[in-house]
């Protein structure tokens, strides 16, 4: 895990590597940090994946891509919905599996903070971008909000609760809090009525969405 800053924006941002291969998700701000990372440890880096179009999670996807001459994943409904075009795009499809080298990626379809948020689970590890964070979910007007109950349901039903949750912000806890973890300790997995998700997320008085750790 790379934790990077600009400005007011700290993010979390992620290298999944095995053999000597890599693979990059949501990679923002530092360039130099993380590519010193792969130079140093001798990681070929095979490909980038992006949770979502938010400039936060897409800065380096371009320069990653060109310079080490590798594929970027987005949803396909996130590039349609929002026009994101990027250098050597491809779309993934909601529990289409994607195989990169000896990597298994099941992308999983959870809008919401957006309407093509992605959350990519390898092996037992959910990558949720700004979909799901260990302390709540992620920005949404009154519409974001239904559909981010459904998707935080979907999530619920489908993994297996050591499933470990690598979110791309932290606002006070660590990230690799497992499913189990999130049913006790993230409200926002504790409602079983839509209305009542989207009355609470969607409340005057909920915190500063930028507050970052």
Known sequence: MFKVERFFLKNQCYLIYNDSKGILIDPAWEYDFIND?????????????????????VDLADKFASVHHVPVY???????????????????????????????????VTPGHTLGSVCYLIEDHLFSGDTVFIEGVGICDTSGAEKMFDSVQFLKNYLSSGTRFWPG????????????????????????HKHHFVDFRTRKSRPNPFGFK
């Open 37 to 57: 990372f792969l130079r140093d440890n001798h990681i070929e880096l095979l490909a980038v994946l992006l949770t979502h179009s938010h400039e936060d999670h």
């Open 74 to 108: 987005m949803s396909a409904e996130e590039i349609d919905h929002y026009g994101y075009t990027g250098f050597n795009l491809y779309e993934v499809y909601h529990l289409k599996t994607l195989v990169i080298d000896s990597f298994s990626i099941v992308p999983i």
């Open 169 to 192: 912000h932290s606002f006070g806890e660590s990230p690799g809090k497992d499913l189990a973890y999130l049913l006790k300790n993230n409200i926002y997995f504790q409602f079983e």
